[in-house]
């Protein structure tokens, strides 16, 4: 019975199809409908096919083991290494059953580095702390990342993380806010007066792994960069507080997407010595040949200080790529910048279809920032024609008050900045000067009325999309830059 109505239902589909007007249709009708699969700005001319970034939902272990079934003591002065090794590795034992939960209760428990298994969940009760080892020596030594040609700021090998992972699956870090210490200030001190002899480890590590979710828990005080997904897919990181000291903690970047794909950053508290968050892909000639982007990466409902950075970066190692970012519902206080795009001839690669929306500054000395002569590189082999291109940046609902320069946006003559959109815009200032809207080598528009008022090369619409005024030539008059350059050694 079931055959023969799929015979029928095949003669039938034959039959309408075999009809030249009734064929045209269907077609017509396909087509018209595969473009609300599309996402779609006339006004930038654009037809961007965005996918929302996939989120893993973790399954429930099969099994609990219980930290101190290993021999744990919580004093913060033991050494629980061993602890951690052994619960890790009986957990990996369960992989092919679904895996299990490692329980860390209230308490201190001081570690050196270790690794993480797949399919495992890793469960910080409130009060529980993971405390690393404040000794350099004990940390593993590994090889420098290929994206990155060598260690971050040594020739040569670099310090592992506290919590480190490569090649994983479905890994869970998550509890009732319970906090990973990296101990940081014997690092920053160290860092500071030159005694390390090579490139400092990150607090929390996952290289090259999917299916991934941290929630719930605080992070502080990392030797270096706090959170660091390096080619990683599908990640969820929710509800998680980062600290560092606002000064004296040189480069505890909060959380550093690094050539990762599908992404979520939402609910997070961070206040750090660095970037609050900063999107990478690499580092010049090393990121070109690695060729991973960072894409379709989600970040919303953040709110992010950083006194000597910026909340929220791209770059500058964005080598391999950056596009299909957006970046909104977030509050950005007593910073020195809000949000910033950072790249230098050398870097090759793109930034594009990046979306800014809703967002809000509170006392930032500069708003928003593009920068193109971030000049530092691995080593002297760096192509210097290697170009990168910035296009498709739009700022939607941007408020805030106590800003110094609400935009600032430095293009050049090599790496003009390309189809940049303001709309509903509104900021305090403070700095009572011109040229508190500064481009250079920008193109891009204006919708509806913005304050403070735009820099002279963008093109104006109004609220309705008609457009008011178009600049037909890219660059600003002389008069312009050299207006801009006056105001910028107090700025920077």
């Keep these: 019975m079931f055959h023969q109505q799929r015979l029928e239902l095949k003669k039938w589909a034959v039959t309408l199809l075999s009809n030249h007007k009734t064929l045209f249709i269907v077609l017509w009708i396909l087509g018209f409908g595969s473009v609300f699969m599309w996402q779609s700005d006339n006004l930038n001319g654009l037809l961007l096919f965005r996918r929302a970034p996939v989120r893993y939902i973790p399954k429930l272990r099969p099994i609990a083991f219980n930290f101190t079934d ?109 906090t990973i210490d990296g101990q940081g200030q014997t690092w920053w001190k160290k860092y500071r007066q030159k005694l390390l002899n090579h490139t400092r480890g990150p607090l929390v590590q996952i290289m090259w792994s999917s299916d991934i979710v941290i929630t719930n828990i605080t992070l502080r005080n990392s030797p270096f960069w706090t959170l660091h997904p390096y080619d990683c897919k599908n990640v969820t990181i929710q509800n998680v507080t980062i600290l560092a000291p606002v000064f004296g903690a040189p480069n505890t970047d909060g959380i550093d997407p690094d050539s990762c794909e599908d992404m979520v950053i939402e609910d997070c508290y961070i206040s750090v010595g660095d970037d609050g968050i900063a999107i990478k892909s690499g580092w010049d000639q090393y990121g070109i040949s690695y060729g991973r982007p960072s894409t379709n990466i989600l970040i919303r409902n953040l709110v992010v200080r950083s006194m000597v950075s910026a909340g929220v970066s791209i770059g500058s190692e964005m080598s391999g790529g950056v596009s299909n970012i957006t970046i909104e519902n977030v509050l950005v206080w007593g910073s020195r910048r809000a949000v910033r795009i950072k790249t230098a001839p050398g870097r090759g690669g793109y930034v594009r279809h990046i979306t800014y929306r809703n967002l809000t500054f509170d006392e ?25 291109s910035i296009e498709d940046i739009s700022f939607t609902s941007v408020h805030g008050q106590g800003v110094r320069v609400p935009v600032r946006i430095h293009g050049s003559e090599e790496i003009p900045i390309k189809n940049i959109t303001f709309r509903d815009m509104s900021v305090g200032i403070t700095y009572k000067k011109k040229h508190i809207f500064q481009c250079a080598y920008v193109q891009g528009r204006v919708i509806g009325t913005i304050f403070p008022a735009p820099c002279e090369n963008l093109d104006l619409y109004d609220e309705n999309g008609r457009l008011v005024y178009e600049l037909r030539d890219m660059e600003l008059s002389l008069v312009s830059i050299l207006n801009m350059e006056a105001v910028n050694i107090e700025l920077n």
């Design 364 to 388: 930032v000395r500069v708003g928003i920032v593009i920068k193109t002569d971030y000049n530092e590189h691995p080593d002297q082999g760096y192509d210097p024609k290697a170009r990168p």
């Design 70 to 178: 290993f021999g744990a003591v919580g004093d913060g002065v033991t050494d629980n290494t061993g602890s951690f090794e052994r619960a890790i590795s009986a957990i990996a034992k369960f992989a092919k059953k679904g895996g299990g939960q490692l329980n860390v209760p209230p308490g201190v428990w001081l570690t050196c580095p270790f690794n993480l298994t797949s399919h495992l969940t890793l469960f910080l009760a409130e009060g529980a702390v993971i405390l690393a080892v404040n000794d350099e020596k004990k940390w593993p030594l590994m090889p420098p990342l290929p994206s990155y040609g060598y260690g971050r700021e040594h020739n040569g090998p670099r310090y592992g993380s506290l919590i480190h992972g490569q090649n994983l699956r479905d890994v869970v870090i998550t509890g009732h806010n319970g």
